[in-house]
């Protein structure tokens, strides 16, 4: 079973700089998924941890370098939100190399598709989560 | 908007000149202000290597990033006009401004236009060479827009009389696309068989190549692409006529002139008749040009080409009175009766029956009556006639063969490769003899000669030849063919003709037409024995004189292909050097025996590497093969002209002085330069110095533009949202291939819900956008996916932008008035890989990322919520130098000006300095003067800040729409810098006055030590009217909302906010809930991360949306359901 891997990324220059690397024809990863927010600090710890808890095996958080954040408190919010799901991801004993924060300028599209690649990698590496996975009761909004 | 359209441009505007991040920010802030612009740089586009760089990628390039959203802004702003590769002609004065001309270079592709799908760049036979003519713009610059590298016509082209384009057939063949490059050669020459062997080549002459190693063998290639179609099968066809006319025109003569002639009325449409006198046609190609080496069947099969165009020929038909083909209903004719005559030597002997004329003979052997000539022949003259007449003798018999000429080898007009061949066959060359008499009784026995030497050069440039006094000899001969020049034969039309000169040649009076109207004339008849080429391209003239006559086009405008300027590409170095190929021939001993074609021409791979010498002088070697593909989109025209663009300009912003043509203006009134920099220079200096020179062109143009009245929204169509409509650009084709895309619009058509779902051949296309919202309003579509290259539908323009994501936007949103909130916008160009995975995981992915925005859909609403009301009420607090200039500039504009002068925070002391400071009152209708106060504190946002002020004791709230600090020890008023690591954001925002709050701007010590006190305030009111200008203020589009039922009021979100966007109100039970102050919010959603109950939510990337995706995306076997 292949393993499944979640971006979360911010819209600024992760985002440029994903874009910039598709265009010029790095291809990523076919079990990566990627969402986009405005900021990551767009995000709490809960969102984080639902990836997890519905079966991605690896979850990267794309986010501006601290000084080059549009909005300001960005980054630290990510950084802290990384640091105690780890904490949690510890308590339930899953790898904590399964979640990495890495934050990239709008130009360096090279090190975004490597760093890319390098955490597909790892995760292929430990293989998909063996704790139990919940299945969506409610997914898809369709309860409204 | 789409602003480059030519009947856009406005009858007045402030004229910005010049590139470069200075000038970027002066646009916007001009723009924002509301005056229109009209923005020009010779360059390629408004970025500017920075100062001390040699490229944009020693710069860091996360600033051309940063600097992207702007650019995007400001160059499609409704204002402005921005015009690239433009230069000024000239301004002068005119009344208060000046006039202003430009010129824009022909705009090949368009910008406007340009999807930058690439597939011209794809089929450009010059993709791989190093010097492409399409490129895409470089990546730093925010479009991908291609950019054609088109220089002066090329050599080739221009020396052959026909204009055939031979860079372009050369580049086609050596691209390997031989039928193509046959096209090309055809669109001016319906004969390249014929012109690849027979032509005297003028190109070569003319080619560059010549000067690295050897001219390209350029008549061989064109051969080889006639012979290729032959080999492949084919024969030889032409481009089809256009519709027909009705009009008749009879050609009389088909040698090469009315071949040429009838084709080129044959294609625009006219009925034409062809009259030949002798039995089979082709006149002097048939007569006058040996088989050997111009076969017969490639003649034949060239003109059959010909006449099934619809073309008309009537054989052993003289034309004996031209007027009677007029009489016949004819409206037109053409005269190429050519130079069939032979000349005369005028000297005794001549009459015998053994004396021929060169084109008598061939005649009679190229028609078949002469099959033998046995004996010595002597042949006179140094023509291709001459040699043509020699060849013939040799392979009829003849035991020797002798060319007399009077002048040396080198002056022979005969081609030097047909005289090296008739050499290696055997002919004898005797030069400077000129023949004195022929002797013999009944037959011709000798012919006596006398020997010439070269004196002074005549008129052609050739050293005249003068007979020696006793050098006659006699030399022996059965035969003499007397080849020294031929004339018109003017017997089957009878003496009669009035239209001819004493040489015997028409005389045309106007083009081609002689004095008869309606009488043409083309080719030797004209010129006098010419080349078949030349001849063509008489023919070729007097068509088009014949079209216009006959359809009553006075003046034909001509073709602009090159523009004056752009030189040649350099010829390479000499170090590549690369021998030119000869066509193989058969041997000589084996030719001479028969009259089969001799050279074998050039096979593929010679042909190729032949065509692989050529440099392509021009770059772009015009062969159109790009304007087939970008037809549908039009964005590519090879035929554009400049166009000279001239507007009132009130004031002169200036970039660059290198952009004016007299840099004295500089000094002039109204004319400001934004500044000369040095490599210490930082950007911040240089966007500092354009805002200053918009504020003070601001401050020039006090009544000029106008101010937006009234509310900006419109009515934008709403659809019904149970009906969902899915597009998918195809990109001009590129986007994946049609299998794959059909397949993605056959799997949206069965999504439940789906009323319509359609391909677009590009979004950002004008056109594309509007075969989008015809859909929409159709069939009435409430929510919509695009799956183009854009990747979201917001208004606000990132740093991953470029310009046609936006262009799909402006397109749809604001000209074409739907709703952005309806639609979902999803980035497939750049994740589907085309060209690297096979159709199945293109479709997979494809169908993954329709999935994604199909669940989407559920999650979209509306995004923008209101609109602030406006006014123009300033408070500047500070009497500075800043202050002072701000306000009388401010008052200029029209604002409401409160100045106080001397003001110090509560509590705090009034600092010496500005205590001592002299009052200079403003004084002007909106300006009212407070001399001292002491600020309390200063509340609200944008449009509605409060101050609370101490003025001579009694305290007194002003409300104003902006506030300004101008002076030093005011600054602690507004947010201080380095709260949550704020000190980036300005460097985004280029913007040194902003506080976090909008509306709150402030000077601080280290913009006066950029800038002089007096720029500053001229900046700062180009801020501040850049800020007012617009009547309504938005909410941010993702501004957050607040569900007061749920927010317990813990502050987090009013913590978290850097921009002072939260702040708590007492809601209907008295409990404090958060607010979101939406003019002061960016959208970040900081806040709504940080709510511990999700009391907090935002459009677009709401709470249901990022808590739903997340299950979706990794069970999504399931459709999801509404």
Sequence with gaps: MSVKILTICCNWSPWACLNQAQMAGFVLPENLKVIRVMCIGRINQALILKAFEFGADGVLLLECHDEDCRYGPGPAVGHGNVQRVRKLLDLLGIDQHRLVEKSFGAHEKTELAQAIEDFADTIERLGPITQKERKADHYGGCET | ?1122
């Excluded at chain 2, 039922?1045 to 209907?1068: L, Y």
């Design chain 2, 1 to 1122: 908007m789409i602003n480059n359209s030519p009947n856009k441009i406005p009858q007045a505007a402030v004229l910005l000149l010049g590139a470069g991040y200075g000038a970027i920010k002066a646009a916007q802030d001009m723009a924002e202000a509301g005056k229109p612009l009209i923005w020009v740089t010779r360059a390629p586009h408004f970025l500017e290597v920075p100062l001390g760089k040699a490229a944009f990628t020693e710069w860091p390039e996360d600033l051309n990033f940063q600097f992207r959203p702007l650019y995007l802004r400001v160059t499609r702003h409704p204002l402005v006009t921005a015009l690239t590769r433009t230069h000024v002609e000239s301004i002068v004065r005119e009344g208060e401004g000046y006039r202003v001309t430009l010129i824009q270079e022909s705009p090949f592709v368009d910008y406007d236009l340009c999807t930058g799908c690439a597939r011209c760049m794809e089929v450009c036979p010059l993709k791989d060479t190093t010097s492409p003519p399409l490129k895409r713009t470089p990546p730093y610059c925010p479009s991908r827009a291609l950019d054609l590298d088109k220089r002066k016509k090329a050599p080739c082209r221009e020396a052959c009389p026909l204009g055939v384009n031979a860079q372009a057939y050369i580049a086609l063949i050596a691209a390997g696309r031989f039928s193509e490059a046959l096209e090309v050669i055809r669109r001016d020459n319906p004969l390249p068989g014929i012109c690849g062997r027979v032509c005297h080549h003028p190109c070569e002459v003319a080619c560059r190549r010549a000067d690295v190693d050897a001219a390209v063998a350029i008549c061989e290639l064109k051969r080889f692409a006639a012979d290729w179609e032959l080999k492949a099968g084919k024969r030889p066809t032409l481009p089809p006529a256009g519709h027909k006319r009705q009009e008749r025109v009879a050609i009389v003569g088909s040698g090469p002139a009315g071949l040429s002639a009838a084709y080129f009325l044959a294609r625009e449409g006219f009925n034409v008749t062809v009259f030949e006198k002798e039995s089979q046609l082709g006149g002097m190609l048939r007569i006058g040009i040996n088989a050997f080496r111009l076969p017969r069947d490639i003649l034949e099969m060239e003109i059959k080409a010909i006449e099934e165009l619809g073309v008309e020929f009537k054989t052993s038909c003289p034309v004996t009175n031209v007027e009677e083909l007029f009489e016949e209903g004819y409206k037109a004719v053409i005269l190429c009766l050519g130079a069939h005559r032979d000349l005369k030597l005028g000297i005794p002997g001549e009459n015998l029956p053994q004396v021929m004329g060169a084109v008598e003979m061939l005649k009679q052997v190229n028609m078949g009556s002469l099959k033998k000539l046995v004996g010595r022949v002597a042949v006179i003259g140094g023509g291709n006639s001459a040699i043509d007449a020699a060849r013939a003798a040799l392979r009829l018999g003849a035991e020797e063969v002798t060319i007399f000429y009077r002048r040396e080898k080198g002056d022979m007009p005969a081609l030097a490769k047909e005289i090296r061949e008739a050499e290696e066959e055997g002919v004898n060359f005797t030069f400077r003899t000129a023949p004195v008499s022929i002797r013999g009784t009944s037959t011709v026995e000798a012919v006596e000669f006398i020997r010439m030497e070269m004196g002074e050069p005549d008129e052609s440039g050739r050293r005249r030849p003068i007979p020696v006094e006793g050098s006659q000899f006699l030399s022996q001969a059965d035969y003499v063919i007397v080849a020294i020049g031929q004339e018109t034969d003017w017997s089957s039309l009878g003496g009669e003709f009035r239209w001819k000169d004493d040489r015997g040649r028409i005389v045309c009076l106007n083009g081609m037409m002689t004095g008869r109207p309606g009488l043409f004339a083309a080719g030797d008849v004209v010129t006098g024995p010419g080349t078949v080429v030349e001849s063509m391209a008489q023919g070729r003239k007097a068509a088009a004189d014949v079209a216009d006559y006959l359809l009553g086009i006075e003046v034909r405008e001509n073709e602009v292909t090159s523009f004056p300027g752009a030189d040649y590409k350099e010829v390479p170095k000499v170090t590549e050097k690369l021998e030119r190929v000869e066509a193989r021939s058969r041997e000589p001993h084996l030719r001479v025996k028969d009259f089969s074609e001799i050279s074998h021409g050039l096979s593929e791979d010679e042909a190729i590497y032949e065509a692989k010498r050529c440099i392509q002088c021009a770059v772009c070697c015009e062969c159109l093969a790009c304007e087939e593909v970008c037809r549908s989109i039009g964005a590519i025209d090879h035929t554009r002209l400049p166009r000279t663009i001239s507007f009132y300009a009130p004031a002169i912003v200036v970039a660059r002085e290198e952009e004016l043509a007299d840099k004295k203006m500089l000094s002039e009134k109204q004319v400001h330069y934004i500044g000369s920099f040095n490599e210490a220079t930082d950007i911040v200096n240089v966007l500092m110095a354009g805002s200053a020179a918009a504020g003070r062109a601001i401050m020039d143009t006090p009544s000029f533009g106008e101010r937006k009245k009234g509310s900006r929204r419109t009515r934008l169509f709403q659809g019904d949202e149970r009906k969902i409509g899915v597009f998918i650009c195809t990109c001009n084709g590129t986007m994946a291939p049609t299998s794959v895309l059909e397949n993605l619009t056959h799997l949206a058509s069965l999504m439940p819900g789906v009323e319509k779902s359609a391909l677009v051949f590009s979004a950002c296309h004008p056109q594309g956008a509007e075969q989008i919202a015809r859909e929409v309003r159709k069939n009435k579509l409430g929510r919509n996916i695009l799956l183009s290259c854009a990747c979201c539908p917001l208004e606000f323009q990132c740093i991953s932008c470029n310009d046609q994501r936006n262009r799909v936007r402006l397109h749809l949103f604001n000209r074409l008035g739907l709703d952005r909130s309806r639609f979902e916008m999803v980035n497939m160009r750049d994740g589907l890989g085309y060209g690297m995975w096979s159709d199945n995981r293109m479709l997979a992915r494809a169908r993954d990322l329709l999935r994604e925005s199909y669940f989407r859909l559920q999650f979209l609403g509306p995004l923008q919520e209101g609109q602030t009301s406006l006014g123009r009420s300033v408070l500047i607090l500070g009497g500075s130098e800043v202050g002072i200039i701000c306000a009388r500039i401010l008052d200029l504009q029209g604002f409401r000006v409160r100045l106080v002068h001397r003001c110090r925070i509560k509590g705090e002391e009034l600092p010496s300095d500005v205590a001592r400071r002299s009052l200079t009152e403003v004084e002007g209708q909106g300006v009212e003067n407070i001399s001292e106060a002491i600020v309390w504190g200063i509340k609200g946002h944008l449009g509605n800040f409060e101050t609370r002020l101490e003025i001579e004791g009694r305290k007194r709230v002003l409300n104003s729409d902006i506030v300004c600090l101008t002076d030093l020890h005011l600054l602690p008023l507004a947010i201080p810098e380095g709260t949550f690591g704020l000190k980036k954001f300005y460097r985004y925002n280029f913007a040194f006055f902003n506080t976090p709050q909008i509306g709150l701007y402030r000077v601080m010590p280290r913009t006066l030590k950029r800038v002089s006190a007096g720029q500053a305030g001229a900046a700062l009111a180009a801020h501040v009217a850049s800020a007012a200008a617009e009547a309504y203020l938005k909410d941010h589009e993702l501004s957050p909302r607040v569900d007061e039922t749920r927010c317990r009021g813990c502050g987090r979100c009013v913590e978290i906010c850097p921009f002072r966007a939260v702040t708590f109100k007492a809601n209907s039970f008295g409990f404090y809930t958060a607010q979101v102050l939406r003019y002061n919010c960016v959208g970040c959603g900081g806040c709504v991360g940080r709510c511990p109950v999700t009391a907090m939510d935002m459009p677009y990337f709401s709470n249901r949306f990022l808590d739903d995706i997340v299950p979706f995306i990794f069970e999504g076997g399931k459709e999801p359901c509404r």
